[in-house]
């Protein structure tokens, strides 16, 4: 919809979230980056509207915006919109004579999500580049503290307090604000109503689901896909039964992209663990090289290394990016997933293999390299006691990393360089 904006236009502030200055420090960090000053002036002007409980404004004039952000209309209807596409706000309008438009505010999403997300993460990297996002990242840990010798002595909700019996008010929860935040907007431009209305007039739009919708969004994005050539792919990829093959849908989505690339693959596999989740450096024992390894290495790389530096079949590609975009396992964990798998599975990926054990790990919040060679290790031993067998980290068909011994194990100039120089290879 485009509505010409005018200084007389009026506009509202609702706060439909919990917005704290810690948030702040997320907008201005992390987020201005990305979206520009002005953009993160904007929503700090529109927050300091609200009223002293900071839930609702009055109603305001746009001349009253654009004079404290010297923009003109044009101007302002961008960084606007750069709020928008992040999921800061939410706008609407009713027009009028004079037009009312009513903003609403949420949260950004926390540090921990914004450096483990696909899209924010990179972007951030590479507008500021790494020295500044090492900072940044430091800045937003959580100092580690050896808590060994110490027994938690907290108490329970139930050991303080007793319980009492039940009263008649009624629990009013209605409309009482709550940590709000928006998915990102990731494309505002993709026409979904104009993709459904050019389907076949014998395909049923009720197809079109809200989770149908959200993949051909993420793969539009993802893919770079304009919305006349998603038309194209959907249509072939409906089935006999009038559906569309989910399946098939991001393989030939895929597909043309490597085609538009000259067979370069999208960026998501060849991410590497996120900085906030790796084990601090300084360690030289043997555990610790190939724990940096698998932190180091993306997904891609280290399954390349597996296959003696040949370019990995499309199948196991393909498993590799619904590790990440599916299951949303971090890079590190994909790769002890995968050296895992294939050393103890003849060197095989199996898929159904594969996508069990990473549902496990996904219930379970394995996020670090660390908690998932621990949970690969427990498995295996619970798997070999079940067959009453006791070969557990003597087996040779495990990863070396099962042998808790390496643990104190220094590793070997010898190991070091083989390491430094498979990582220079893959930099």
């Not at 990393?401 to 120089?421: G, M, Q």
Request: aromatic share 10%.
């Amino acid at each position: 919809m485009n509505i010409t904006l005018l200084p007389a236009d009026s506009y509202i502030v609702v706060n439909k979230s919990v917005i704290t200055s810690y948030d702040m420090d997320v907008i201005n960090m992390l987020y201005l980056p990305i979206i520009g000053p002005l953009a993160v002036s904007l929503y700090i002007n529109l927050y300091n509207d609200l009223n002293m409980v900071k839930t609702l404004s009055d109603n305001l004039s746009h001349a009253h915006l654009l004079a404290n952000l010297h923009v003109s209309s044009r101007e302002f209807l961008e960084i606007r919109s750069s709020l928008e596409a992040v999921g800061l706000i939410k706008s609407y309008v009713k027009t009028d004579s004079v037009n009312n438009y009513i903003y609403e505010l949420y949260s950004p999403i926390s540090s921990h999500e914004f450096f483990s997300h696909p899209i924010f993460n990179i972007v951030l990297y590479n507008n500021i580049g790494k020295v500044e996002y090492d900072r940044l990242i430091n800045y937003f840990k959580v100092p580690k503290i050896n808590k060994d010798g110490y027994v938690e002595i907290t108490k329970s909700f139930n050991q303080v307090f007793d319980s009492i019996p039940k009263t008649s008010f009624d629990i009013y929860k209605d409309n009482i604000r709550k940590y709000n935040k928006l998915k990102l907007n990731i494309d505002s431009n993709f026409d979904m109503n104009f993709l459904i209305e050019s389907m076949p007039k014998h395909i049923d739009r009720k197809i079109f689901t809200k989770d149908l919708q959200e993949l051909i969004i993420s793969l539009a994005y993802l893919y770079d896909i304009d919305v006349s050539k998603m038309a194209n792919i959907i249509k072939s990829c409906i089935n006999e039964r009038g559906l569309v093959n989910r399946d098939e849908l991001r393989k030939v989505a895929r597909d043309h992209y490597q085609f538009d690339h000259s067979g370069l693959l999208p960026t998501v596999i060849e991410q590497t663990q996120p900085e906030y989740l790796r084990k601090p450096i300084g360690d030289n024992s043997r555990i610790a090289k190939m724990i940096y390894t698998f932190e180091t290495v993306s997904p891609y790389d280290f399954l390349k290394s597996k296959c003696g530096d040949a370019e990995p079949v499309k199948r196991d590609i393909r498993l590799l990016e619904d590790l990440i975009i599916d299951y949303k396992l971090k890079p590190g964990v994909v790769n002890v997933l995968i050296d895992y798998v294939l050393k103890t599975n003849d060197n095989k990926l199996n898929k159904s293999l594969v996508e069990t054990i990473a549902g496990q790990w996904v219930r379970k919040k394995i996020e670090t390299v660390e908690d998932a060679m621990e949970i690969a290790r427990k498995n295996h031993q619970t798997n070999i006691n079940n067959k009453n067998s006791k070969k557990v980290y003597k087996d040779k068909n495990v990863p070396v990393w099962f042998d808790k011994n390496i643990e104190t194990e220094e590793a070997s100039d010898e190991e070091r360089l083989a390491i430094e120089e498979m990582l220079k290879e893959y930099k």
